[in-house]
């Protein structure tokens, strides 16, 4: 399994960076003179930052419609699948979906309708997170997307979601290797305690050692300075906020920002 990176991306240990979509229709902080075009542009003018800046793929998420909700409404499905099939029309390198937080059916069928081939989704466990109780039901969500034909969509999966701690004292390796004999995750996405802060890299050779053959990929927190430290144990890496103006989670992409932190990996590989 640990090549289905390298069939995504084309390459050995894979920058995915984050295209965080402005708020959407019905999300608390949507402007209401937005409309639908404006947040395309927006979107687009990232992901063209992160291309020509030598990122290896895209992720797309509606980081913005914060709090999030578990399950979103129609306005949101509808929403982020014209947006992110604009992106993916105006971009060469892969680009895949999650919608937050966690909303595992929603994020399958938007990369099903738009030709995705990955997203990244909470679908194992059960988690209390600082915006309530959140029951994964992984089973229900493996048979939707067997129900949707989307089988040929790999499934980066949340082994510990930002914002929560799961209810379930088993170590996040024992985690994963019990999710790799369910067949449920084609790669595992380690986490920091929120968004901007790395994951422990002790978890991460524990989880490496448990499960070789499946990738690891570093979810928070990565930046120019820590980045080598990290492609010596993770497959791959999802980077935002240190691509940011300002170093802020939210600001727009700073192209710049992504050239010197993808020189720094491209050293790293070599």
Known sequence: MTGILKQLFNVD??????????????????????????????????????????????????????????????????????????????????????????????TLAIAKVIGSKFIRTLISGVHASDLGLINTEGAKVMRYRKFIGADDVRIFI??????????????????????RWLRMADAYCVSGPMPGMPPDIEEIKRIKDEVPDVPVIANTGINKENVAKYLEYVDGVIIGTS????????????????????????????
């Open 158 to 179: 949340y082994l510990n979601p930002e914002f929560a701690s799961s209810l379930s004292p088993r170590p996040l390796s024992i985690i994963a290797k019990t999710l």
């Open 13 to 106: 240990k894979p920058v995915i960076a984050m295209v965080h979509l402005r708020p959407l229709p019905g999300s608390p902080h949507y402007n209401v003179s937005d409309t639908i075009e404006d947040l395309v542009k927006a979107a687009l003018k990232d992901a063209e930052a992160l291309e020509n800046g030598g990122v290896d793929g895209i992720l797309v998420s509606n980081e913005s419609d914060i709090p999030y909700l578990f399950r979103v409404g129609p306005e949101t499905v509808a929403s982020m699948t014209y947006i992110a099939s604009r992106v993916k029309e105006g971009v060469s390198i892969p680009v895949g979906v999650d919608v937050l937080w966690g909303d595992a059916r929603a």
């Open 243 to 270: 691509l940011k103006v300002g170093n802020i989670t939210l600001n727009p992409v700073d192209e710049e920002k992504v050239k010197e932190f993808m020189k720094v990996v491209k050293s790293v590989r070599g």
